[in-house]
């Protein structure tokens, strides 16, 4: 009876410290592909004599997918052009799948097939989530039969980099993470009241004055250089994320003002800013010659950097502006947008001004107010890539008990972001919605408005409020971007999330455990 009563008492003890699972857990994918087989067929066992086959005249960039699998297996997985191998990586499948499908097979050995080399990067994401969370120890893949394509085709993560400065270190670190979850535009919000980021020979004062303030406090300059942001380019190109960047104006633009005298009124350069409000600006729009003079410099230097498709021209919360004046800016910024090959975006606002074919806006309101903005811009032929602030805004705390962010939209909970339909808001077709958007913003430094610190020591790193903020909420924006609506409910990516925990212990990110899931 006694050793019965031990085993009883010594039992629960045991079970109670549960062995953290070395191989892969389930079929834990986020996003949820279109369709995921569970084949009879045999599990897939990697190890050191495994080999990655990829067969002549593939794309060349392909490579380097071999580099990210011996990474995250720890397996040497030596590359062949022919005979067998335990994976088969193959990017000149049929046109069918598109820019982005791709079909993940394993059965004894695994095939992963796309029509481009984008797509299977894709389906490089959704492999991963099938391996072990770290390197180390037995590698084994389920038999699987998956077969995938995005819903929409711009999936966006923005990070404010104005009100706080990041570090290209981690910069480069969120644009991986995001990848990871296949989210396929940065925006990086480069221009603000409280600083100006980037490098324009025309006005090289925005690179001093302009970058010498954040939220809280002054010093620098912090900007980054031509340098930097074409290896941020090259980083995401390697991800398949093309950068947007975003000047904006005509509000938001203390910094330019306080850099370039004639975007002033009184002709004078204004302080520079650095408070933590909003609408503390707008440009001297009467100055028709300096505004346009400065929008077509800066724009023509900002596209020669940013190769991607977009130019963002911000268009938000502009005050004390006449309708005819802020329709006169957007005529402006739009025509220099498209004079350098590239298309706007913007947000919402701008629906009121005139738009070039080819814009889009994007939604930020909650509550689907403001809808009339955006029926203005459909009703020139734009599209909608959605962030509603009560949705999609990873600035907004989880809940009262969140150390950082805001909360004028209402707390955020992982549900929240998650549990919406973007073809259910503003009464928008499918074919109308260019994608979503989440955008990760930082006025208040990272404190919250009630507790700001008084140097700039007391603020976190940005890479700990990224993560915290970012995670779990930016994969559950990515699956609203990526899965089809009826593949998506909130029973089922709670489950699947919650293996991702350990993945994200493993890349050393500092994640809200958030209670609404039940973490393993
Ligand atoms: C509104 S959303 C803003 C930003 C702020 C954000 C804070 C938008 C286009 N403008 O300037 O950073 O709220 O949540």
Known sequence: ALVGLLLAVSLPACAAAPERPSVAPGLALVPQPVSVGRPEGSAVRLDGGSAILIGPGQPEEIQAFAGQLREVTGLPLPVRESGEAAITLDALGPSELGREGYLLKADGRITLRAHTAEGLFRGLQTLRQLLPA??????????????????????????????????????????DQAAQYKVNVFHWHLTDDQGWRVPVEGYPALTGVGASTQAGWSGGPWFYTAQEIRDVVAYAAARYMTVVPEIDGPGHTAAAMASVPELNCSGRARQPYQGFDVKVSVLCLKNTEAVGRFVSTVFREVSALFPGPYLHIGGDEVPSTTAADYAAYIRTAGAAVTANGKRVIGWHQIGEGPLPPGSVVQYWAPDGEDSDLVAKALAQGAKVVLSPADRAYLDMKYDAGTPYGLRWAGFVPVEKAYAWEPAEMLGLREEQILGVGAPLWSDRAYRDSTSLPTSHEQYPEPSVYLDHMAFPRLPALAEVGWSSADSRDWEGFRSRLSPHAARWEAQGIGFHRSREIEWT
Do not use: N
Not at 144 to 151: N, Y
Not at 160 to 167: I, S, W
């Open 134 to 175: 770290r390197p180390g120890g037995q590698v084994s893949v389920p038999a699987v039969d998956i077969s995938d394509r995005p819903r929409f085709a711009y999936r966006a993560v923005m990070l404010d980099v104005a009100r706080r400065f990041v570090p290209v270190e981690q910069v480069k670190r969120l644009i």
